[in-house]
């Protein structure tokens, strides 16, 4: 990561990265896509846990409630 600082970008040391002014952090982790290792790009809160993805956060509603439902409930 570079930081533009009084006109001039400075590399910042440490990942996560901290950005007080957005209330995030960013840094990189590996994932798993099909056969192939890759690296991402994630978020971060201030205690440096990184935020799921949206395919995370359903993987983990299913694992935890199953299928989501296809059609609403009626009276929706």
């Known amino acids: 990561m ?4 009084n ?3 400075q590399l910042q040391i440490g990942e996560p990265y ?3 002014e957005v209330g995030l952090g960013i840094g990189r982790s590996r ?3 099909g056969a192939v290792e890759r690296e991402g790009l994630y978020w ?3 205690q440096g846990k ?3 993805t ?4 359903l993987t983990r509603y299913r694992q935890r409630f199953g299928d ?3 059609e609403p409930p009626e009276g929706y």
């Open 2 to 5: 570079y930081r533009l600082e």
């Open 7 to 9: 006109g001039v970008y």
């Open 18 to 20: 901290w950005m007080p």
């Open 31 to 33: 994932y798993t896509s």
């Open 44 to 46: 971060y809160n201030e």
């Open 50 to 52: 990184r935020y799921l």
């Open 54 to 57: 949206p395919e995370e956060q």
């Open 68 to 70: 989501l439902p296809e």
